[in-house]
């Protein structure tokens, strides 16, 4: 079988050479004149960044990026869904808010922003995978319009699979907030009592009359609760909350069918993942951490196993920098984040990945750079 193309471009610039004129130079050789038609709706998939990241990809590359579309006569928009924990982007309006206070507002970028999967994250579609943990996935229903994607990610280490790439950002990235619920959770959300004020707005939202009052405080049944995670988006305060206790190897195979779900719905994706600030944690946090490598540039690719794969190869190439939370095998060669994550084998993603058909680990670097 043959390898899959992941093109690459490297950080070092000059006059004339620019990051721009190389990254136009790097979507021309990914195919980015074919891949956008006239008046199609062109998603550009990306991460916003948490109040008090400074790491995430800088609204001048994705304003680029929309003008590349524009000039193919595609309809870019860029695009998040809403996450599942208290947090600046845990509905449309803060998430926007957020949005643009890092700078991707259309005024920045020239492309609106839409946050995918509702107001608070509720609208959904499901798509039928019938794979090893869901039989069905539940994801942003917008997913359903778009007629191209490019899913634009950047690279990171992660607390909770080890390593944050284009896998992470498709499956978890665009799934509904019930389906971000069934991959970190096996079991039902839980009401804090010493928050809940007993509003009973849960038990009118719940679709499955699984929240009933106790001495006038919430109360979930295990037993008639369905997971929808509907208590979580609609509680005025925050009282309802997720039991974070999925394994991490779960959690990565979890997300794998759920981007298994986005990809089967066969609308054309570009991956575009930057290797700049490379940070311990996720732009989730509200922190960016010292990068623990240097710059190593821009990727793309039309399969997420191989993009990730290639990603994880080049920052394991990488000599580690000293004075930042890596301590261990900073040696080229070594594997950075196995050192950032002592507990977690990162490649579970990529091997189940690849398993269940959503891409090839095996890949083809090709330079973009002459
Ligand atoms: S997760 Fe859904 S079914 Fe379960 S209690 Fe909450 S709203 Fe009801
Ligand atoms: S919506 Fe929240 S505060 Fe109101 S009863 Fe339900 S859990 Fe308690």
Redesign the pocket.
Same mark, same amino acid.
């Given at each position: 079988m043959a390898k899959s193309q992941v093109y690459f471009i490297g950080p070092r610039t000059g006059s004339g050479r620019d990051m721009f004129v190389k990254l136009e130079k790097l979507l021309d050789r990914a195919g980015l004149p074919n891949f956008i038609q006239q008046n199609e709706l062109v998603a550009i998939k990306l991460h916003f960044g948490e109040v008090g990241t400074t790491a995430y990809i800088h609204p001048s590359y994705v304003g680029f990026l929309v003008g590349q579309v524009k000039s193919r006569k595609g309809l870019p928009f860029l695009t998040d869904t809403n996450v599942l924990y208290r947090s600046a982007r845990g509905n449309s309006v803060d998430h926007l808010r957020t949005a643009f206070a890092h700078g991707f507002s259309p005024l920045v970028t020239g492309a609106p922003v839409i946050i995918s999967g509702g107001l608070k994250g509720q609208t959904s579609i499901e798509v039928e995978i019938g794979k090893k943990h869901f039989r069905t996935v539940k994801l942003a229903s917008e997913i359903a319009d778009f007629d191209k994607l490019i899913c634009l990610t950047h690279f990171t280490g992660h607390l909770g699979t080890g390593l944050g790439g284009a896998i992470k950002n498709l499956g978890m990235g665009l799934s509904a907030k019930s389906g971000k619920l069934a991959m970190h959770s096996t079991v039902i959300p839980f +009401?804090d009592h010493k928050? /809940?004020? *007993? /509003?009973? =707005?849960?038990?009118k939202h719940c679709p499955a009359d699984a =929240?009933g009052?106790k001495e006038k405080? $919430?109360v979930i049944d295990p037993v008639l609760c369905i997971g929808c995670g509907e /208590?979580m988006v +609609? /509680?005025? =305060? *925050? $009282? +309802?909350d997720i039991q974070w206790n999925e394994s991490t190897q779960n959690l990565q195979e979890k997300v794998c069918e759920h981007a298994y779900g986005v990809v089967k719905r066969k609308q054309p994706i570009l991956f575009l993942t930057f290797l700049t600030n490379i940070t311990p944690g996720c732009d989730c946090m509200g922190f960016s951490d010292a990068h623990v490598v240097a710059d190593i540039g821009i990727l793309a690719s039309y399969d997420p196993v191989a993009i990730d794969q290639a990603a994880v190869d080049l920052v394991n190439q990488q000599q580690g920098l000293p004075g930042t939370r890596l301590k261990k095998n900073l040696g080229q060669g070594e594997d950075k984040l196995r050192a950032l994550y002592p507990n977690i084998d990162w490649t579970v993603q990529l091997r189940y990945g690849e398993e269940i058909g959503l891409g090839s680990r095996d890949y083809e670097l090709v330079s973009v750079d002459s």
């Open positions: +009401v928050k /809940c004020t *007993g /509003c009973e =707005i849960c038990l =929240i009052m405080l $919430a /208590c +609609v /509680c005025p =305060i *925050g $009282a +309802v």
